[in-house]
């Protein structure tokens, strides 16, 4: 068992909210979930890594980790009082498959995409045998989801896929891809796998065997107070979260639902095929 959280939003926005301050942040979830934590944002201030540690997959991801229990630990509190951007993806873990280290502490980063898993995969075997040898070289853990991880990215390799920004045809084919790998793993009955997928653009979401909710906040929603200040005319976020983190209308994902979160200029939901919406 793990818990993340995602946010993909209009404009830059701190993300302390469901970091540490909300009633179910991460921060207060880490009590039951207490072996490392993660958090990666794109965008904003300060995305752009000097030159001289400029990776060119780095994608602009900024990527912090560690082992302690994040409402324990002062780094993950500092980190997340001043954490921000366009996009985050955020985990604290409960190990199931791997020791507690860095290396198996999500979120995973590779060629500019970002990973978490909540979740346990039974089929070690038939995953393996699916990963390209690049993608096997680049497993540094010994996590079932950085196995997922990878078995992912060898699916979107194979299609040409480097990333999906700033093509809507690109974005329409990860989808089809990661629905047809997805499915193929229900079907296999691999185990559970919600999981965050994302390059800064768009983010892919899948549930299956664990719970996830939603919440879209548009411009027309009352003011809340929140770490970022007062809710602006422009501002649009959609967040995904394993619990519900505050007390506004989060709506339960269907189980085995995959759908494309995309960023600009508004966060948009493209639904895979033609599941039941959300139910409240």
């Not at 179910?24 to 207490?34: F, G, M, N, Q, V």
């Not at 891809?177 to 691999?190: D, F, G, H, N, Q």
């Not at 422009?234 to 989060?250: K, Q």
């Amino acid at each position: 068992m793990c818990r993340l959280v995602g946010v993909v939003a209009s404009e830059v926005t701190e993300f302390g909210l469901v970091l540490k301050e909300a009633p179910r942040s991460l921060a207060r979830l880490s009590r039951e979930h207490p072996d490392g934590w993660g958090i990666a944002a794109h965008g904003g201030p300060g995305s752009i890594p000097p030159p001289s540690t400029r990776s060119p997959h780095d994608g602009m991801w900024r990527v912090h980790k560690g082992t302690d229990p994040a409402g324990e630990c002062n780094r993950f509190l500092e980190i997340a009082a001043r954490s921000a951007g366009t996009v985050l993806i955020a985990h604290v873990r409960q190990k199931t498959v791997g020791p507690t280290n860095i290396e198996n502490t999500h979120p995973f980063v590779q060629s500019g995409w970002v990973f978490a898993h909540n979740g346990t995969l039974v089929d070690h075997a038939s995953l393996h045998a699916a990963i390209s040898p690049e993608r096997l070289a680049q497993i540094r853990g010994s996590t079932d989801s950085e196995v997922l991880f990878a078995f992912l990215l060898t699916r979107l390799d194979q299609a040409g896929i480097v990333h999906a920004r700033g093509c809507p045809n690109a974005r329409e084919e990860a989808l089809r891809v990661i629905a047809v790998a997805t499915e193929e793993l229900r079907e296999r009955k691999a185990g559970a796998f919600n999981f965050l997928l994302s390059d800064g653009s768009s983010c892919f979401v899948h549930r299956f065997g664990r719970s996830l909710f939603l919440l879209e906040r548009t411009p027309h929603d009352p003011p809340r107070p929140t770490s970022a200040g007062a809710w602006t005319p422009r501002r649009h976020a959609v967040l995904v979260a394993s619990e519900r983190l505050t007390e506004e209308p989060w709506r339960e994902v269907p189980e085995g639902t995959l759908f494309r979160i995309d960023r600009g200029p508004a966060p948009s939901i493209v639904w895979a095929g033609a599941p039941e919406r959300a139910a409240s």
